[in-house]
């Protein structure tokens, strides 16, 4: 079993409607998570970080955690094609200082 | 402005020859990494530096060498060993105590 695990897509969502990206992780003691946002040929892009269970939200972004079931979600409001990317789920595991653990990544396309 | 800086964005290397990507960081971070990406895939951690004079393994070492001789740079030798180096190369930092990861653009290395 992968440590972190995403759907790798492509996920295709009408502009305007909700996309929706998930992750799941192995290590039960894991403390941060983060989403990144990379454009092909691009490197990422922190767009959101959360630590603690429920929801957080940041303008279009909520990024939601779950610990008990070991998922984190993003959902992205109101998809504009612009939000074309390939999101990546990273997670950092407990006692692992900085390192990251990342998925493969979810292609994401926003259809105008 | 403050940022990571990676040079050169593409290098193209004969295969047998040592090869070394530059990684610089004006952030006053301490902790910085390298990870490889192929393509479709996450990222993999290659090697990684909490403080100066000191670095450590990743997940995927083999064929890799750093050194951390200033705060500012972490630079990373891709080795004849090194099977499959053609890869997308990214660079990242963090301050010490935190897990949020930045980026710089990344260097895409070629063996021809």
């Known amino acids: 079993q992968k440590e972190v695990e995403q759907n790798s897509g492509p996920l295709s969502v009408p502009e305007g409607a909700i996309a929706s990206l998930n992750c799941t992780y192995s290590?039960?003691?894991?403390?941060?998570f983060f989403w990144y946002r990379q454009y092909s040929g691009k490197s990422p892009e922190l767009i959101m970080s959360i630590y603690s269970n429920g929801d957080k939200e940041d303008g279009r972004f909520t990024a939601q955690l779950n610990k008990a079931s070991q998922y984190v979600s993003l959902l992205i409001r109101d998809s504009q094609p612009s939000d074309s990317a390939t999101y990546l789920c990273?997670?950092?595991?407990?006692?692992?200082?900085?390192?990251?653990?990342f998925g493969q990544g979810t292609e994401l396309s926003v259809k105008p | 402005d403050g940022g990571i800086t990676q040079s050169p964005k593409y290098l193209f290397r004969k295969e047998g020859q040592n090869v070394t990507l530059s990684c610089e960081q004006n952030?006053?971070?301490?902790?910085m990494y390298w990870y490889r990406q192929d393509p479709g895939q996450g990222l993999r951690l290659i090697y990684y530096?909490?403080?100066?004079?000191?670095?450590q393994k990743g997940d995927i070492a083999e064929g890799y060498s750093v050194s951390r001789e200033k705060k500012e740079s972490f630079p990373l030798t891709v080795t004849s060993a090194q099977k499959n180096p053609t890869a997308f190369y990214l660079c990242a930092s963090n301050r010490q105590g935190t897990t949020e990861a930045f980026f710089g653009q990344g260097t895409r290395l070629t063996v021809v």
């Open positions: 990273a997670v950092n595991g407990y006692n692992q200082g900085g390192k990251l653990i």
């Open positions: 290590d039960r003691g894991s403390q941060s």
């Open positions: 530096s909490q403080i100066v004079n000191d670095f």
């Open positions: 952030l006053n971070h301490d902790a």
